[in-house]
């Protein structure tokens, strides 16, 4: 590890959340042209939650691909349910496989409730935890395909007659916001009141690739900038970067590795 700040401090994750969501139900899934089923209470309950929602119709079957983008890039309730029932039958059972992925890859400090990540006092982790399930996440090739894609076309259906498309909430907020040898690879965000403003990204510097979590932002802006900041101060190559206020510094729940 490079750098850390409250490392191993219990935080709440928000939809940081489902990169495991995300990992599990790529690993479960056999191929990715099969259909899925959306059903009204996929999208019901989570637009009574105010969860974010890929946009799915109730009685819409997009393919496991279109699910998957639709559960990162745009942090889709709608299409996390649906591979969560498609893989395990219910969310529950789901959140059960992912607790087991928890053991596997050695996670000591990590605990799910949900597959979305709505705040749930049992639904926590660490920033060191985090960052080495986006380093699992990465080492899979759907899974870093997905994780680095930009946008993603969901095509026309009779309940979606104009498409939807889904825009990478991560990439969004750096467009405009790099530095000189360094390029975004991907990476997730998320948002709660009791999180606040989260951010696991993995970009490459110098040829070098690097994962990067800043959980408990007070804004979008304040994670871009502290990200920016601390691929200035910790990575080789003489990269500069300032920030608008003048400061550099990683000065939230932190963790910065190099894969």
Not at 43 to 62: K, V
Not at 72 to 79: H, P, S, Y
Not at 132 to 149: D, H
Request: hydrophobic share 40%; net charge negative.
């Amino acid at each position: 590890m490079i750098a850390y700040r409250n490392e191993q401090v219990k935080l709440y994750p928000a939809s940081l959340t489902k990169i495991m969501t995300f990992i599990v139900a790529a690993e479960n899934m056999d191929g990715l042209s099969a259909a899925v089923i959306v059903t009204y209470d996929m999208a019901a309950t989570y637009i009574a939650l105010d969860a974010s929602r890929a946009g799915f119709e109730p009685g819409e079957t997009p393919t496991l691909k279109d699910v998957l983008y639709g559960m990162i890039l745009c942090l889709g309730a709608d299409a996390l349910l649906a591979a969560a029932e498609y893989v395990a039958g219910s969310e529950q059972g789901f959140v059960d496989m992912m607790n087991d992925k928890c053991e596997e890859i050695g996670l000591k400090n990590t605990h799910f409730t949900t597959v979305v990540g709505l705040h749930d006092k049992d639904n926590y982790s660490t920033a060191e935890d985090i960052a080495m399930i986006l380093e699992y996440a990465i080492q899979k090739k759907t899974c870093r395909e997905v994780l680095s894609a930009v946008e993603y076309k969901y095509a026309a259906t009779k309940k979606n007659p104009d498409g939807l498309t889904f825009e990478s909430t991560l990439f969004s907020r750096m467009y405009g916001d790099g530095m000189p040898g360094m390029k975004a690879l991907g990476g997730k965000t998320g948002f709660t009141d009791e999180a606040g403003n989260c951010m696991a990204k993995i970009a490459e510097i110098n040829e070098k690739t690097y994962i990067l979590v800043l959980c408990g932002g007070k804004t979008n802006w304040n994670n871009v900038y502290n990200t920016l900041s601390a691929y200035s101060v910790y990575c080789a190559g003489g990269i500069e970067y300032i920030p608008p206020d003048g400061k550099k510094y990683i000065d939230i729940v932190s963790s910065f590795i190099l894969v």
